[in-house]
């Protein structure tokens, strides 16, 4: 079972990778600004400097004062170690130019567009999802529209954990695939070899996201043209309570009371409704639907007959 840990583990590790590279470019941002001032302020006092060397007149400069001190031959005057009295006299660091400041920023960016390509991989192909179910698709089949989809989902859950907690999936044999039926059966004798029980009490559905959807010709199955074979994959969060126990009532997984977690759903579409053919638990971000095809164009669209 996936709980709601999964969820803000994935939502904290985003949020720490951003929060590095945005503390990244705002040090350097700082060190660049301050940089430029530093080298603004010493322009400035070089050509103040400059300017009272000029106005003052030779009669008023100090005498040389060489010829009162003797230096032996192959002596030098004595340096004064440690840092400069005075801190003007501390050299300061060339200021970049248009070009450094320009490389500079561009690799910023490069490196931001790359956390968040990483990051936000599942986030931008569910947009894209979205776009093409919600203005294109949706208006000639009603079945691929957002919110029906999840209102499918809503209606089938409360049969999915009904069947898990008391081991009969007859209720589902109408919307879910043989496939589905047998490893849903399997994980329960399982359940039932160890001398353990699921209780799973389903509370409500909280949030569906449709993160892909993909569609190939199969001839073996005399499936030419889309809708049918659609295949959707969402990312359910729901809240119930689904824990395993054994015997003795102790605790082997999951929780005792109500809790958010999420989990991949998979649709296929067998050519008027959706079939379920797959739910497991999700602990990470769904990143390779984006190597799938596009669905074709709607004009290739037919239902079968």
Known sequence: MSHSSSLLNRS?????????????????FSLLTESQAQATSESQAQATSESQAQATPESQAPPHKSASKRHYKGTSPAEPKGPPS??????????????????????????????????????????????????EIGHFFPEFEPINIQKWV?????????????????SMESFTSDVFLKAQ???TEELNER???RVAHFDKVIAVHTLGASWAEDETQLIKHPPQGVELTLRVESKAIDFVED???????????PHQFESIWRLIHNGKTWTLVDVYDSKEDITHLSQFPPLPPIAEWRRPT
């Not at 809503?154 to 007859?170: K, M, N, Q, T, V």
């Not at 015997?247 to 009371?257: M, N, R």
């Open 185 to 187: 059966l399997s994980l």
């Open 195 to 197: 001398g353990h029980k």
């Open 247 to 257: 015997q003795t009532g102790t605790l082997i997984s999951g929780k005792k009371k």
């Open 12 to 28: 904290s590790h985003r949020r720490l990778i951003l929060s590095l590279a945005l503390t990244v470019l705002t040090v350097n």
């Open 86 to 135: 005075d801190i003007s006299q501390i050299p300061l660091p060339k200021a970049r130019g248009f070009w450094g400041t320009f490389f500079f920023w561009l690799g910023g960016v490069f490196c931001m567009y790359q956390v968040g390509k990483r990051v936000f991989s599942e986030q931008a192909h569910e947009r894209q999802t979205l776009k093409r179910l919600r203005d």
């Open 154 to 170: 809503s209606i089938a859950a409360p049969h999915l954990y009904h069947g898990r907690r008391e081991g009969d999936f007859s």
